[in-house]
């Protein structure tokens, strides 16, 4: 089970901490990732964290977002800078039971979800 936390209202150029809580679950065999859905447009990944610790972004975030793994609390978080209202979204964790975390490995393969947590970027 996953649980996200972590949204809110922030204004342009803020930033915010998204956390999601992994129970039930070996916390280091999953790789992990976090996906953004816009109303009216489809889910998007935005990162992904491996076993190993490496991760991936998407070129929209590069630079602004880093994804980060903590074993001991079994969380993985999102650490979201320089915000702009593009970013406004609503916001999911997830995981595969797999260390790969390539994007297009992550996209293919079944995945536990987290709910949502929204995201607000005021201009």
């Known amino acids: 089970q996953l649980q996200a936390s972590g949204g809110g209202l922030v204004q342009a150029g803020g930033s915010l901490r998204l956390s999601c809580a992994t129970s039930?679950?070996?916390?280091?065999?999953?790789?992990m990732g976090w996906f953004r859905q816009a109303p009216g447009k489809e889910r998007e990944l935005v990162a992904t964290?491996?076993?190993?610790?490496?991760?991936n972004y998407a070129d929209s975030v590069k630079g602004r977002f880093s994804i980060s793994g903590d074993n001991a609390k079994n969380t993985v978080s999102l650490q979201m800078n320089s915000l702009r209202p593009e970013d406004t979204s609503v916001y999911y964790c997830a995981a595969i039971d797999s260390p790969g975390y390539s994007f297009t490995y992550f996209k293919i393969q079944s995945k536990v979800w987290g709910q949502g947590t929204l995201v607000t970027v005021s201009s």
């Open positions: 964290i491996g076993t190993g610790g490496g991760t």
């Open positions: 039930g679950r070996p916390f280091g065999r999953y790789s």
